[in-house]
T-cell receptor, first 114, second 114 residues
């Protein structure tokens, strides 16, 4: 049973526009959420994270929004650039439990169109 | 600072053969993780080492998989005998802190079992 769900396998966005990647989770005990970005033939790299005590975290062009009541988070990229074309993984876990593991979603492939 | 390295980058073996994957974590990172991603699926946790000890091996699929981290430095993951369903990309990651914190991933080893 998937605890972290990314229901859109792929997304195409025009360069310069906003990219919105969505993620849902089922475990209400999750208290920390991360986004990773992955290029072909490379490993995932950490992008941005958010704690459950916040509802928004911003880092440059990247903003993550958390809606705990809906168990939903989203990653906004503004403006989208060609180098943003990659697979984005949503991940979550219970940071309070130091032995807990990070649970990843299936990923969403983002295509930035020229 | 050198990142996480993995060897080989790609391995093609026949069903029934043995393969050993190697991971060198970032120097000083006590925590080392193995993950596997089957095409289009989530990045799935396999196991977690703290130094040379197995902290959590709940994700290991079966006893055909053996992971070691002698001396608490590099780690190996052996699959013996390999089956078709073992095909996928095996990622290694390391971190300074255990649990739900930023992990640094290697480029992965793509294993193809024919």
């Amino acid at each position: 049973d998937q605890q972290v769900k990314q229901n859109s396998p792929s997304l195409s966005v025009q360069e310069g526009r906003i990219s919105i990647l969505n993620c849902d989770y089922t475990n209400s005990m999750f208290d920390y959420f991360l986004w990773y970005k992955k290029y072909p033939a490379e490993g995932p790299t950490f992008l941005i994270s958010i704690s459950s005590i916040k509802d928004k975290n911003e880092d440059g062009r990247f903003t993550v929004f958390l809606n705990k009541s809906a168990k939903h988070l989203s990653l906004h990229i503004v403006p989208s650039q060609p180098g943003d074309s990659a697979v984005y993984f949503c991940a979550a876990g219970r940071r309070k439990n130091r032995d807990d593991k990070i649970i990843f979603g299936k990923g969403t492939r983002l295509h930035i169109l020229p | 600072e050198a990142g996480v390295t993995q060897f080989p980058s790609h391995s093609v073996i026949e069903k029934g053969q043995t393969v050993t994957l190697r991971c060198d974590p970032i120097s000083g990172h006590d925590n080392l993780y193995w993950y596997r991603r089957v095409m289009g699926k989530e990045i799935k946790f396999l196991l977690h080492f703290v130094k040379e000890s197995k902290q959590d091996e709940s994700g290991m699929p079966n006893n055909r998989f053996l992971a070691e981290r002698t001396g608490g430095t590099y780690s190996t993951l052996k699959v013996q005998p390999a089956e078709l369903e073992d095909s996928g990309v095996y990622f290694c990651a390391s971190s300074q802190l255990p649990g739900v914190y930023e992990q640094y991933f290697g480029p992965g080893t793509r294993l193809t079992v024919t």
